[in-house]
């Protein structure tokens, strides 16, 4: 399967934007699929992440939330409020494991990533 990120931006504190990340080559309804972020000199972190079994594990301090669209083959992310220390690159990633991971490691497919800046 192959990943796009997109959505990203440049956004004032308090905005919102909503990420995508669009699937190829076959269909998202048998990975789990997450989204990691990685702010400028720090490492690449876990944010949320969807099961194909249909749970799902939003972080953030649950601020952000993942859903799945099946007939587009898309996830989002949805980013309410955003705050100066969102502003990252988020990447999706997708596993054939049925279980949500937050280490970047038990993911096998990653999207390109795409920018989300947030200005105070």
């Known amino acids: 399967v192959q990943l796009q990120a997109s959505g990203g931006g440049l956004v004032q504190a308090g905005g919102s934007l909503r990420l995508s990340c669009a699937a190829s080559?076959?269909?998202?309804?048998?990975?789990?699929v997450s989204w990691f972020r990685q702010a400028p000199g720090k490492e690449r972190k876990f944010v949320a992440g969807?099961?194909?079994?249909?749970g799902k594990t939003d972080s953030v301090n649950g601020r952000f939330t993942i859903s799945r669209d099946g007939p587009k083959n898309t996830v989002y992310l949805e980013m309410p409020a955003l705050k100066p220390e969102d502003t990252a690159i988020y990447y999706c990633?997708?596993?054939?494991?049925?279980?949500?991971?937050?280490?970047?490691?038990?993911?096998?497919?990653w999207g390109q990533g795409t920018l989300v800046t947030v200005s105070s």
């Open positions: 080559g076959r269909s998202l309804s048998t990975y789990t």
């Open positions: 969807m099961s194909y079994r249909g």
């Open positions: 990633a997708a596993t054939l494991a049925p279980t949500i991971s937050n280490r970047e490691t038990q993911y096998t497919y």
